[in-house]
């Protein structure tokens, strides 16, 4: 079964970036999303990426936020620019229907 490995997260102060990357261990031939949860909430989706790269993305990351795909090195990226405290969660990539199975995402913590 194919696994999901996040990676990039970290400690950044308001208007900062990060990027993130999620990397496959096989060939994933469905849109993929980049999701996050912050506590007490739910999963969400903020962004999305077709096979072919159309994307879409959440109204509250709409501007700021990046997604591409890699399909050579079966890697998706989440390019995350203007950081604000709300965006503060643990960031999680999947396919956009019949999820695989969840990593364990990476931490995105955005200071005031």
Known sequence: QVQLV????????????????CAA????FRAMGWYRQA?????????????GGSTNYADSVKGRFTISRDNAKI??????NSLKPDDTAVYY???VTDY??????????VSS
């Open 6 to 21: 996040e990676s990039g997260g970290g400690l950044v102060q308001a208007g900062g970036s990060l990027r993130l990357s």
């Open 25 to 28: 261990s096989g060939s994933i």
């Open 39 to 51: 506590p007490g909430k739910q999963r969400e989706l903020v962004a999305s990426i077709s096979r």
């Open 75 to 80: 890697t998706v990226y989440l390019q995350m």
């Open 93 to 95: 990539c999947n396919t």
């Open 100 to 109: 695989i199975s969840w990593g364990q995402g990476t931490q995105v913590t």
